[in-house]
Every structure is written in C-alpha cells, then in structure tokens.
C-alpha cells in the first residue's frame, strides 16, 4: 500500500553513516539542508527561524576535529519547533510581543541532542500558544502542507513536519498535549511519536511568559521526536529520554492488537477509515491477532470529558475555564485522581493486548482556516461536524500518560494518512518497533 512521499533524502542514520565513511562532512551536510530549505521553504514557510552563519562555523569546527566521543548524529543537521530555547535565538510561541525574547541558554533537549553531534540550523513554525491544529502565527505567518499548499501541515508542531516530509532536514523535536506530534505525521506522511509523559525532560520547553524561569511540568504535556523512518525515531528517542524504557520486544505476528477505530464522541471519515481499515488486513494477514472491540476499553465518553478539564487546566495554568471558573485545588486533586484509575485501567487492557491501533484523528489535512478551533466545523462523511470533536482521538493516549507512534499506512485522494499505535507507559520503544514493522509490511 503506498503513501505519498515527497523525497529520497537520506534521513538521520544514513546521513550520519555518509559522514562517518567520509562520503560527505559536515559542512557539506549543512549546505546541503540550507539550500533545500532556501529552495522548498519559499512556498512552505516551515523553517521560520535561521541560524545558518552558526551551523556552518559549528559544522567547519567538526569537520576539522571529528567526532568527540560517541556522538550518532555526528553533523547531522535537523531543526526544532519554535518552542524550544535554543540559546541566542528567539522563542516566542507565535507572539508578536516576544519576538524579543531570545533564550540565553538551550533547552535540554536541544543540549541532549547537540551532545550526540546534531548541528542545529533554526526553528520551525507554530500555532501561538501552541494551540491549534495548523500552525499560523502573526508574526510568522503560516505554514503550507507540502503534499497540498491548499492544506494545513497540522500544529502545534506543523512547521516540524513539514520540514521532514519535504526533505528540508532529516528529523526533528517537538511537543504533544492535543495530538501536536501525532496530528502533523499524520498530515504529511512521516513518522512522529508522542512519548510516554515524563519519559523526555520538558525544561526549556518554556512559554515566553515565563521571563526564562524555569516552571513547573504541567500534566499531559510531552516532547518527541519526528522522522522518515521508524529507526531515526528510535535513535532520536535513545539520546534524549531521561526515564528508563522497558521493551519486551516480540515478532508481530505475535502480538495481539486491539483495533478502535469507533469514539461515541467522534466519527472517523472514510478517508482516514478506508486506509487504516487497509492496514488492519494487511497485519491480520501477516499472522499477528487484530481484535475489533474488548471490554476492557475504558469509558471513553468520560475520559474524553475528564481530558478536556485537565487540558484546559493545563493549557491556561489554572486561569477561568470558558464557563469563567476557575478550577479549585481540590477539584484539581480529584481530577488527578480520576486520571490515575483511568491509567490503571489502560494498564489492565495492555494486560491482554500488546498494542492499541487507532486514528489519529478522524479527518485528513483540512484547508487552510483561521476559523478560532473552539467555533471551526469540518465535514466527517457528509455530516457538519464540530472541528474540535476530532480530539477525542488526541485524548486516547494522552490523558492516561501512555506513548504512540504514527505510522504512515496509506493515502486518499493525495493527502497521507497515520495510524497511532499506542501502548503502556514507558513501552515506547516497542510502540516505535511495532510502528516499524507494520511500516514494513505496508509498504516493504
């Protein structure tokens, strides 16, 4: 089954192994990445801040020297999302007001990741606020899906996916609370994994509003990487976690997945059904068990509502909700309680399943629509549906704290389509495996 992919580049590991065997250097890896962006980013607008005049003097420094210890992404060049502090550039999170605000020093990540040889050229586009499913700011601008300028790249991550799928650069880092890692894979075709929470450090990860304190880690919220391939997700993944991952790692056709691809609060579109419906043939065919339904899902209707609390509590820091109430620190504590039993139960579930396939979201890249997301509608086959329905699909993995990778699976109509495989807290290497393996059996 084919996806529309829109480049040959080599991704992380073959650009490292090119580096290593001395079959380019550095600097020409990051002229490389700097003429695709200059050349690609005129009609995509993904890489929304430059930092070309230090890659390159980072990049003539490591070619000279070499690698310094173990360092798997030795000159490999890669962007972030806008949200990361990278010291000496802007973070701004889409305001105007903050263009100003320019980090003085990187966030961890960004320092885990430079730690293991990546040279980092910019940073890519975002919603403000990191708040919506397509990534257009008003002192950026907008971000183009690059299968269909027509179309969104997804947000909050957007611009970090639209670099990767385009071949701008090999991978990338970005953020998760609403589907902002899983939502733009999805839309442009590549892979993305949302990781368990609290598996990779948030700190630098910071809204401007902050004045450079470090603050709290609110619930839900996630950093992870993106990629062209299953195994560049793996590396990106190893060299950042801070928690240990357990792995009990087995064939496919060993597994046994439970396949939801029904929400009473969401219905998935044909177009995202058709080939994800697809894939499920094709596992089950491969001799791995594809189970329809299980009582031991939770109730989904409740854990969407109880995610919508806590991801408005998360997202305003304790401000009014839309109902002008605020939440108290004892409704707080109950909700967190109410998210621990629904973690349990997932836990109960994966007792028995190895993996959990679902859709990202029941729609494919929507047009451009500046629409606010809380009032935006969408057609689901036929039917006027309300936009922000869709994050029922968001809520699955995020609310019990649980990891998902997309995997590409198919297309309709020219505009890609993922498929989340999710599994228990701190089993993210063996969703990305599972991701990695279906990705072979789809599409060889």
């Not at 992919?5 to 090119?18: F, H, M, S, V, Y």
């Not at 990741?113 to 499913?133: C, H, Q, R, S």
Request: proline content about 7%; glycine content about 8%.
């Amino acid at each position: 089954m084919a996806y529309p992919r829109l480049t040959d580049k080599p991704g992380a590991i073959e650009t490292a192994a090119q580096i290593a065997r001395g079959e380019i250097s550095p600097i020409e890896a990051v002229e490389g990445a700097m003429a695709r962006i200059e050349h690609l980013d005129a009609h995509i607008n993904a890489v929304v801040v430059t930092d070309f005049d230090r890659a390159l003097e980072t990049a003539h420094a490591m070619t000279e020297r070499g690698p310094q210890g173990d360092q798997p992404l030795f000159g490999v060049p890669m962007t972030v999302k806008e949200s990361f502090n990278v010291a000496g550039l802007p973070t701004t999170f889409g305001h105007e007001r903050f263009a100003d605000n320019i980090a003085s020093k990187d966030s961890d990540v960004v320092l885990k990741l430079k730690a293991a040889g990546a040279i980092i050229l910019g940073k890519t586009n975002v919603p403000p606020d990191l708040a919506d499913l397509q990534s257009n700011n008003p002192l950026y601008g907008r971000t183009n899906n690059p299968h269909d300028h027509s179309r969104v790249a997804g947000g909050s991550s957007g611009g970090s996916a639209a670099a990767v799928a385009s071949g701008m650069v090999p991978c990338e880092y970005g953020s998760d609370i609403g589907s902002s890692i899983r939502n733009p894979a999805h839309f442009n075709g590549i892979y993305g994994h949302k990781t368990s929470f609290g598996l990779v450090s948030r700190r630098g990860h910071t809204h401007p509003m902050a004045g450079g304190c470090d603050v709290h880690d609110g619930p839900l919220s996630v950093v992870g990487p993106l990629a062209r391939s299953a195994a560049d997700l793996r590396l990106l993944l190893e060299i950042t976690a801070t928690h240990p991952m357990r792995s009990r790692s087995k064939p496919i056709e060993q597994c046994r997945f439970l396949a939801l691809l029904d929400h009473p609060l969401s219905e998935v579109d044909a177009a995202v059904r058709t080939p994800i419906e697809a894939a499920l043939e094709a596992i089950a065919a491969s001799g791995a068990t594809v189970d329809r339904s299980s009582e031991l899902v939770p109730d989904l209707v409740e854990q969407q509502e109880d995610y919508l609390r806590l991801l408005n509590v998360a997202m305003a820091r304790g401000q009014p909700a839309p109902d002008g109430k605020a939440m108290t620190l004892a409704d707080y504590y109950l909700l967190l309680d109410r998210q621990a039993r629904c973690e349990y139960a997932w836990q109960a579930l994966f007792d028995t399943y190895d993996f959990v396939l679902a859709p990202p979201l029941p729609f494919l890249a929507f047009e451009h629509d500046a629409t606010p997301i809380g009032e935006r509608r969408i057609t689901i086959n036929g039917k006027d549906s309300a936009f922000a329905d869709g994050l029922a699909w968001a809520g699955l993995a995020t609310y019990p704290n649980l990891p998902s990778t997309i995997v590409p699976v198919g297309e309709t109509g020219g505009l890609p389509c993922g498929m989340q495989v999710i599994s228990r807290r701190w089993a993210d290497l063996d969703c990305i495996a599972a991701a990695e393996a279906i990705g072979h059996i789809l599409h060889g």
